[in-house]
């Protein structure tokens, strides 16, 4: 038998008062998203029942099969590449975007929605092959070239860290997402207010809590069977 969320959610919550009594950082800053995309139904009800607000899909046919039950009552997350073909299909029932990497896809994003969306832009900081997101030296003029697009609007940035222990490398990781955030920030657009900073998973969130995550993606340590 799997632990259940509610108890997963407890050690996490307790988790992150720790980690943020450590850095001064008060606990309500931190949304947890459940990412569910190994999940099923069942579990996905448990956890909206434990108390879960925020949930996390990274493919859109699974996305749409849970949405189709669960409706609007879970805050709905994209976290997974976007095919641009795919973004009429999902556009009005997500409420945030963390896989904004490419004009391409914000062109889409903003021919297809009806009100501007939430997006994050997902940052490849690492610089691994098999990860996406957009290049850390390109980030910046990326969101400026944004502007032109009434329907996205930039609310922070999103990254995955390498999948090792090393915790100076993932410290690094979400330093240097921070570090672009604050550039961003800098420039005071009124389309790209970039205050939040999605970052941090089963493995790593408390590090990335310490470096200043608002959104961590938590999978296999909170709905895992
Ligand atoms: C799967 C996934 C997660 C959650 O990973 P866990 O290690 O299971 O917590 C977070 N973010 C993204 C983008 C994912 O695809």
């Not at 931190?30 to 996905?44: D, F, L, M, P």
């Not at 709905?76 to 073909?85: A, E, K, V």
């Not at 941090?200 to 961590?216: F, K, R």
């Amino acid at each position: 038998m799997a632990t259940s969320v509610k108890e997963n959610l407890a050690v996490i919550q307790e988790k992150i008062k720790q980690t943020c009594e450590k850095v001064g950082r008060d606990p309500q800053e931190i949304k947890i998203i459940a990412v569910t995309k190994y999940s099923t139904i069942e579990r996905t009800k448990e956890a909206i029942e434990a108390g879960v607000i925020h949930l996390g899909e990274n493919r859109d046919h699974e996305f749409l099969n849970k949405y189709e039950v669960l409706g609007d009552k879970p805050t709905w997350h994209f976290i997974g590449t976007l095919q641009s073909r795919k973004v009429k299909n999902i556009i009005d029932k997500v409420h945030y975007i963390h896989s904004l990497d490419r004009k391409s896809l914000a062109k889409e994003i903003n021919k297809r929605a009806t009100k501007p969306i939430n997006c994050f832009v997902q940052v490849n900081v690492s610089g691994e092959e098999s990860k996406h997101g957009i290049a850390p030296e390109e980030t910046v003029e990326f969101v400026k070239s944004l502007q032109q697009y009434p329907n996205i609007r930039i609310i922070g940035l999103m990254t995955m860290a390498p999948h090792i222990e090393d915790e100076t490398i993932l410290r690094t990781c979400f330093q240097k997402l921070r570090q672009l955030q604050q550039q961003i920030q800098q420039l005071e657009l009124e389309y790209a207010p970039c205050t939040e900073l999605s970052m941090g998973m089963s493995n790593d969130y408390e590090i990335a809590i310490e470096e200043g995550a608002t959104y961590i993606r938590i999978g296999t340590a909170l709905v895992g069977e």
